[in-house]
């Protein structure tokens, strides 16, 4: 199970963080990904960390202002978010995929949390 936490409403230009605590013994053999979905838009890639945590990947849109990382120490991935803009409002889901290959597709996710609702007022 997947327990997504740390939205809210926000300001433009601030930088909350978005943790996801996992349940389970093997959440260091998960790659994990965050996404998200705007209203009546379709749910997108946001970014993803493999297994180690040494290997990365963004979208071009939140490229050098969203930082993801993991603790497996503490079962749990984060996403850093910093200079927010309007157009990130969305409700933000953590995911976990069984294999040590970083995707972008929201098929290639085996277990989504419940998402956490991010509004970034101007």
């Known amino acids: 199970q997947l327990q997504a936490s740390g939205g809210g409403s926000v300001q433009a230009g601030d930088s909350p963080r978005l943790s996801c605590a996992a349940s389970?013994?093997?959440?260091?053999?998960?790659?994990m990904g965050w996404f998200r979905q705007a209203p009546g838009k379709e749910r997108e890639f946001v970014a993803a960390?493999?297994?180690?945590?040494?290997?990365?990947y963004y979208a071009g849109s939140v490229k050098g202002r969203f930082t993801i990382s993991r603790d497996n120490a503490k079962n749990t991935v984060y996403l850093q978010m910093n200079s927010l803009k309007p157009e990130d409002t969305a409700v933000y889901y953590c995911?976990?995929?069984?294999?040590?290959?970083?995707?972008?597709?929201?098929?290639?996710?085996?277990?989504w949390g419940q998402g956490t609702q991010v509004t970034v007022s101007s």
């Open positions: 995911a976990a995929r069984w294999r040590n290959t970083i995707e972008i597709r929201t098929t290639e996710y085996d277990s």
């Open positions: 389970g013994r093997t959440f260091s053999r998960y790659v």
């Open positions: 960390i493999n297994w180690s945590g040494g290997i990365t």
